[in-house]
């Protein structure tokens, strides 16, 4: 398993936001163009995952000098199972080793449609690292459990990370950030 940076091309990005919008409910997807342009202008990195040169999955990463968010990682549906995402979670975990890596996840305590879902989501992380932090996470209209490696990622910590991935004049009305548990 490999992590290689996208080159920004047109196919490379169409392949991307094809497993994006199959992976991700639109309630939890930021516009593309935001995550592509962000890329670009090196306010976050975008991985394509390869096995051999085959293309498996994509990771993309906001992350400064002490955090690393893996703000969507996505594994191609017909190679879901087959072990590549616990390898593509190691090799991010290795490459982004002396930052705090962390994640978002529907909460698995929550009672939803894909409570199935969300617990196998759980135990994926959890065997491959993660540990649960003790914050919540408020982005936009949904609420998310945090899992990370390396250690707790504060609240502040999060809203300078974020704020600048967004940028100006986005992070005056950012609706993203960490929140206690209750």
Excluded at 55 to 65: H, P, S
Excluded at 99 to 118: G, I, P, V
């Amino acid at each position: 398993m490999k992590l290689v940076k996208t080159e920004n091309t047109k196919t490379e990005y169409a392949r991307i936001k094809a497993l994006y919008l199959e992976a991700f409910p639109p309630e939890e997807r930021a516009p593309f163009h935001m995550l592509k342009s962000r890329a670009k202008k090196g306010r976050a990195e975008c991985w394509n995952l390869e096995d051999d040169g085959r293309w498996i999955g994509f990771a993309y990463v906001i992350c400064n000098d002490k955090l690393a968010y893996l703000f969507y990682f996505a594994i191609d549906e017909k190679l879901r199972g087959k072990g590549y995402g616990s390898e593509a979670i190691k090799e991010l975990v290795k490459y982004y080793s002396g930052k705090k890596l962390f994640l978002a996840l529907e909460d698995w305590r929550e009672e939803a449609e894909n409570s199935k879902q969300r617990l196998k989501r759980h135990a994926f992380y959890e065997r491959n690292g993660m540990k649960d932090l003790p914050y919540r996470l408020r982005e936009a209209k949904v609420v998310y459990a945090l899992m990370g490696s390396g250690g707790k990622v504060e609240p502040e910590e999060y809203r300078v990370l974020i704020d600048k991935w967004l940028g100006w004049p986005l992070k005056l009305i950012r609706d993203m950030m960490i929140i206690k548990e209750n």
